[in-house]
């Protein structure tokens, strides 16, 4: 069965530093999604994304933090002066269209020393 | 009042019990209604997706949805030790808003 691959399963970064977490969607999904989730808390969402262009975002989704489909394929978030807070599991997802549910990657560990 | 409110237990049950779960939500917006199940330091796994009022089996699995009362339920039938993990109820609105997620343990 297709997958949702993220990588890297754990990064570890220093504060104000810019990290990038990549995301290999399933390849028929057209809608993807970021989400996060601090230890211990809901998962949030952050941001949607269709038709190489961000749909929705949540408060969350400040200027710090970007999103782009680069090469068709992979599907990348931003952050670009990482803070503390920023510490959380960070899961991609996809979704082939609006009426199908959203299949989730095992994320990506942030850690900000 | 929180969008989507979902009891975080503990919840321990012997193998073989039936698991009962369940979340209330608060926006009549959610059209799509879907339970997750998530193992430590894993993504949400999909487990049911249901649109409508009323019910939908898979196997063990039967999940409820009564969107007048904007309640839904998610039962384990003969729950097994690798049921054992945190179970998410989450609710789409061209997103998704989750529960806090209920800790199950179905003890051998």
């Known amino acids: 069965e297709p997958e949702v691959t993220q990588t890297p399963s754990h990064q570890v970064t220093q504060m104000g530093q810019e990290v990038i977490l990549r995301c290999v969607p399933i390849?028929?999904?057209?809608?993807f999604y970021w989400y996060r989730q601090i230890l211990g808390q809901k998962v949030e969402f952050l941001v949607s994304f269709y038709n190489n262009e961000i749909s929705e975002k949540s408060e969350i989704f400040d200027d710090q933090f970007s999103v782009e489909r680069p090469d068709g394929s992979n599907f990348t978030l931003k952050i670009r002066s990482t803070k503390l807070e920023d510490s959380a599991m960070y899961f991609c997802?996809?979704?082939?269209?609006?009426?199908?549910?959203?299949?989730f990657g095992d994320g990506t560990r942030l850690s900000i020393l | 009042q929180k969008e989507v409110e979902q009891d975080p237990g503990p919840l321990s049950v012997p193998e073989g019990a039936i698991v009962s779960l369940n979340c209330t939500y608060s926006n009549s917006a959610f059209q799509y209604f879907m339970w997750y199940r998530q193992y430590s330091r894993k993504g949400p796994e999909l487990l049911m997706y249901t649109y409508s009022s009323g019910n939908k089996e898979d196997g063990r699995f039967t999940a409820q949805v009564d969107k007048s009362s904007k309640y839904i339920s998610l039962f384990i039938r003969d729950s097994q030790p690798s049921d054992s993990a945190t179970y998410l109820c989450a609710m789409d609105d061209y997103k998704l808003s989750f529960g806090a997620g209920t800790t199950v343990t179905v003890r051998a």
């Open positions: 997802a996809g979704q082939g269209s609006r009426d199908q549910p959203q299949h």
């Open positions: 390849s028929n999904h057209l809608y």
